[in-house]
């Protein structure tokens, strides 16, 4: 009884501390790794997604809130920001690559964010969705931050387009290999710049993961389409009358 | 290495003082990485002395950030599982919008850009 009480101890300590949501995280994330390897690389058991669901099982099986793990877990959380300053890194280093390919990297992002709008829009009205879920949708191609600003601007629900946003990301790191296999795309620059295009920074990192030339053309469209996009979907509602 | 996150830690601080500053919808570390950017090439013109200094520096920081970059994403996805009831009778619909736009959308961009990139070869 005594021993029981000694580890129940343990355990509230070590949920109000980081460490054990850092390492549960990482331990994570090394499993959903290793589980996609071991797989052959299989899309739908790619490292984020097994890594997510792993640790929401944990939480909801001990009944954690979110609010606790973050606690913790906001230490990972931040190096988001400065992985992001320093993609500038390796896009300066394939500055000449990108520099050939300009026009076809402007085209490409002005009509490609154009028609991930216009496609979102086309299929929540074949789903009959209310105008507030359809306009938290609309900007769902571009990174969080950028979306939730352009959601709030049309009057849709950011914190809605936030969730909407994630779960882009991780549907188009999971199945854009897949999908490009399928087209038969097999330039690495086109088919990291329609990740990132598609599906933002989750999309990137997953390009990047696996060859520097699609992460960089992937980052180079996710900054580019955020720019389009947030210019572009207020006018697209206006226009549309959505 | 400890050079290099200074430089990432300091754009980083100055991107997000301009977004503050003008308000922008762009975040602060994307201003951040636009920055950088151009500090780069910039020195790649002039000053390439400076730049020899920081560039080892540079490289392993951002090569070490971006080596597990998806680690980064599973703390705001996991807040997306615990969230995801808003979505309530919904949740279906929404992904199966999320799902198809956004494959449609891959599919789209990649074959335009690989065309594009064909039609520059040929001219070019």
Known sequence: MADQQRLYDIWVYLQAEPLFWLTLTIGAYLLGDLCYRRSGMFPLLNPVALGIIIVSA???????QY??????????????????????????????LISTNAKAILTTVLLGSVFAI??????????????????????RSVTAPIAMGVSEIIGGIPSLTAIITIVTGIIGAAFGTFTLDLL?????????????LASHGIGTARAMSRNETAGVFAAVAMGLSGIVTALVVPLIVYLLAV | ?????????????????????????????????VLLLLMLLLLDKRGAAVKARFEQGLATT????????PLLFVPIGVGVVMHISVLEGHLLAVLAV???????SIGFSALLMQKLQGMGKRHG
């Open chain 2, 1 to 33: 290495m400890l050079q290099g996150v200074f430089i990432i830690f300091l754009f980083q601080l100055i991107g997000e003082m301009v977004q503050k500053y003008f308000a922008l919808t762009v975040p602060g570390p994307v201003i951040g990485l």
């Open chain 1, 184 to 196: 038969r795309v097999r330039e690495m620059s086109a088919r990291g710049f329609a990740i990132g």
């Open chain 1, 118 to 139: 216009l496609v979102t829009y086309a299929l929540a009205s074949l789903f009959s969705l209310e105008r507030d879920i359809v306009l938290s949708l609309l900007p």
């Open chain 1, 58 to 64: 944990v939480l909801l099986l001990f009944g954690i």
């Open chain 2, 62 to 69: 951002s090569a070490t950030l971006l080596g597990h970059l």
């Open chain 1, 67 to 96: 609010e606790r793990y973050f606690e913790g877990a906001k230490f990972i959380h931040f190096l988001l920001g400065p992985a992001t300053v320093s993609l500038a890194f390796p896009i300066y280093r394939k500055w000449s």
């Open chain 2, 98 to 104: 999320i799902f198809l736009g956004t494959v449609a």
